[in-house]
């Protein structure tokens, strides 16, 4: 008995020694799609954001298509700056594109 109450209080100890984060709100969730093509947006309330389309492509293989993805996404680190990210993923792979000024 003494074992269990010593194991609960040290959990609490634990729990209220991490301060909890408060959970972002999604305040923008956007999508749309079809059998060839998708897009979506959301943006959280901390100021998360991301944007993507991708559409089915004619492939470098005669006959074959390859989906081909565009997009882009938005966070700030933990000194506050904010980052900016555009980004494109095809059968060349993916890659991050410069961002436009």
Do not use: W
């Not at 074992?3 to 609960?8: R, T």
């Not at 959970?23 to 799609?33: A, F, H």
């Not at 492509?57 to 555009?86: A, N, T």
């Amino acid at each position: 008995m003494k074992v269990l109450v010593l194991l609960i209080l040290s959990v609490i100890v634990i729990v209220q020694a991490f301060p909890q984060k408060e959970v972002p709100e999604i305040v923008l969730y956007e999508t749309d799609g079809d059998d060839n093509s998708y897009n979506f947006q959301f943006e959280t309330s901390d100021g998360i954001a991301r944007v993507e389309k991708g559409e089915l492509k004619e492939s470098s293989v005669p006959g074959e298509q390859q989906l081909s993805v565009e997009g882009s996404y938005v966070y700030s680190d933990d000194q506050g700056k904010e980052h900016r990210v555009r980004y494109i993923a095809d059968e060349r792979g993916y890659r991050v594109l410069p961002n436009k000024s």
